[in-house]
T-cell receptor, first 112, second 113 residues
Framework: DTEVTQTPKHLVMGMTNKKSLKCEQH?????MYWYKQKAKKPPELMFV???????INESVPSRFSPECPNSSLLNLHLHALQPEDSALYLC???????????FGPGTRLTVL | GQSLEQPSEVTAVEGAIVQINCTYQ??????LSWYQQHDGGAPTFLSY????GLEETGRFSSFLSRSDSYGYLLLQELQMKDSASYFC??????????????FGTGTLLAVQP
């Protein structure tokens, strides 16, 4: 299995909602990443987990809360988001931190 | 700071060859990667250069010159399906044994019939 999967594909939420994005990989990769991508812009790193421990937090607002329940799963919990948080949220995994990253299809998030 | 520059748009015709350049200013450089992203899709890994020189993978080749802080992606025998955004990405040291990717500004390639 050489795939990173993400759910849901699309998400619309209000500013008072709580929702979660999910990411799964079964490649045995030990590093997992969350990126945010705005239209016509490059992906921006948010968080990195290495061996299920948070190793990088790129000064992301606390309304985004990552979680790595096990080596195959990565969640991003969302709460009290702002309309400017609307973007494509991409999950990626790699054999080790800094190794080639393989991206999931993303969750397109709209905050109303 | 860290920065990577690419041309914003490139247009070419089917069957042609196109080169997408990437210049970077970073500290703790490990290597240069290239990713392709179709509209509405996820970035897909194309190539990685850790050392100077040319790496070839089918129709795609990637080049790196560490002394010039410069690399390029060469696409040959262009096909319509190559129309996409192309990102260079530098692998840099973040701290200790930790490293990360920093993506370039992206180049939108339009292949015309």
């Amino acid at each position: 299995d050489t795939e990173v999967t993400q759910t849901p594909k699309h998400l619309v939420m209000g500013m008072t909602n709580k929702k979660s994005l999910k990411c799964e990989q079964h490649m045995g990769h030990r590093a997992m990443y969350w990126y945010k991508q705005k239209a016509k812009k490059p992906p921006e790193l948010m968080f990195v987990y290495s061996y299920e421990k948070l190793s990088i937090n790129e000064s992301v607002p606390s309304r985004f809360s990552p979680e790595c329940p096990n080596s195959s799963l990565l969640n991003l919990h969302l709460h009290a988001l702002q309309p400017e948080d609307s973007a494509l949220y991409l999950c990626a995994s790699g054999a080790g931190q800094g190794d080639t990253q393989y991206f999931g299809p993303g969750t397109r998030l709209t905050v109303l | 700071g860290q920065s990577l520059e690419q041309p914003s748009e490139v247009t070419a015709v089917e069957g042609a060859i196109v080169q997408i350049n990437c210049t970077y200013q970073t500290s703790g450089f490990y290597g240069l990667s290239w990713y392709q992203q179709h509209d509405g899709g996820a970035p897909t890994f194309l190539s990685y250069n850790a050392l100077d020189g040319l790496e070839e993978t089918g129709r795609f080749s990637s080049f790196l010159s560490r002394s010039d802080s410069y690399g390029y992606l060469l696409l040959q025998e262009l096909q319509m399906k190559d129309s996409a955004s192309y990102f260079c990405a530098v692998r840099v040291r973040y701290g200790g044994a930790t490293n990360k990717l920093i993506f370039g500004t992206g180049t939108l390639l339009a292949v015309q019939p």
